[in-house]
């Protein structure tokens, strides 16, 4: 089935670490691909985004995601984690197929942070 | 100026009630949806209208039915409210070009007992 897989559902890492968060979708074609990220009791906040162009995609507070067509991954990454970074991230793909916009989300990954 | 807002920030009522939640957005843009999340917060997309007019429908059972007044404001009516409904229903929009972001409203905490 197509689908948008986050295969780490929770990740702990020290403050300082760096951090590399897993995306894998199954759609063909061209898509347009996110990233999402929602602290705690808080809605969701676009992270980054890419439609075309550079693959690797910088975002705010100082994630980056590189977009691998051939491997159908858009990972997400951050050199030095805070503690603020405490949230869950969302991957979600716009699938080429739909002609209006229809956002499918990833099951999500839980980053833990230890100050 | 919140660009997507939604009402009741939070919500408890019985199993076999009616209840609605309602969304503005003020961002001009011409689509809308609801989305699900779960307790193990997983979202999943229900329902999406362009300019008022249903345009995806996630076999989303017929007790909840959206209704869009015009092309800012998005409610959710559900019938007969059940257990596992409870959830947080968040509201979004976004142009209908597949090459836009949507925004989310702050959600909807439903808890049916």
């Known amino acids: 089935a197509q689908s948008v897989s986050q295969h780490n559902h929770h990740v702990i890492l020290s403050e300082a670490a760096s951090l590399e968060l897993g995306c894998n979708y199954s759609?063909?074609?061209?898509?347009?691909l996110f990233w999402y990220v929602q602290y705690p009791g808080q809605h969701l906040q676009l992270l980054l985004k890419y439609f075309s162009g550079d693959p690797l995609v910088k975002g705010i507070k100082g994630f980056e995601a590189e977009f691998i067509k051939s491997k159908f991954s858009f990972n997400l990454r951050k050199p030095s984690v805070q503690w603020s970074d405490t949230a869950e991230y969302f991957c979600a793909v716009n699938p080429g197929y739909s002609s209006a916009s229809k956002i499918i989300f990833g099951s999500g990954t839980r980053l833990s942070i230890r100050p | 100026d919140t660009a997507v807002s939604q009402t009741p920030k939070y919500l408890v009522t019985q199993m076999g009630n009616d209840k609605s939640i309602k969304c503005e957005q003020n961002?001009?843009?011409?689509?809308m949806y609801w989305y699900k999340q779960d307790s193990k917060k997983f979202l999943k997309i229900m329902f999406s209208y362009n300019n008022k007019e249903l345009i995806i429908n996630e076999t989303v059972p017929n007790r909840f039915s959206p209704k869009s007044p015009d092309k800012a404001h998005l409610n959710l009516h559900i019938n007969s409210l059940e257990l596992g409904d409870s959830a947080v229903y968040f509201c979004a929009s976004s142009y209908r070009d597949r090459n836009t972001e949507a925004f989310f409203g702050q959600g909807t905490r439903l808890t049916v007992v």
């Open positions: 961002l001009g843009h011409d689509t």
């Open positions: 759609y063909g074609g061209t898509v347009n």
